[in-house]
């Protein structure tokens, strides 16, 4: 990833050092949350997380309800651009056959 500004970096418990590309910010609720998935260490590539924004602050969800309306939130606003792009050929602007 070249764009230094989707790259955050983050201390674990034990004090490691773990990059995340910012996959997406959104509002849900009159709250920002962060979506975050990890650089490397994951076997799983569309493993990600979600950090609830308070002021310059990112915290982990500890409420399961709060944290099941967030990624809901995000698995429909991820699949809105998908359906964009499988209009009919005709509003692609692909002629007729």
Not at 20 to 43: H, K, M, N
Request: charged share 40%; aromatic share 6%.
């Amino acid at each position: 990833m070249g764009d230094d500004e989707d790259v955050i970096k983050l201390l674990d418990e034990e004090g490691a050092e773990h990059e995340f590309s910012v996959v997406d910010v959104l509002e849900v609720d009159q709250r920002r949350y962060a979506i975050l998935q990890p650089l490397e260490g994951t076997d799983e590539p569309d493993t990600a997380v979600i950090f609830r924004m308070e002021d310059d602050t990112l915290v982990t969800i500890e409420d399961d309800a709060e944290f099941e309306r967030v990624r809901r939130a995000f698995e429909a606003e991820d699949a809105e651009p998908d359906e964009a792009r499988e209009a009919p050929a005709e509003e692609q602007g692909t002629p007729p056959h």
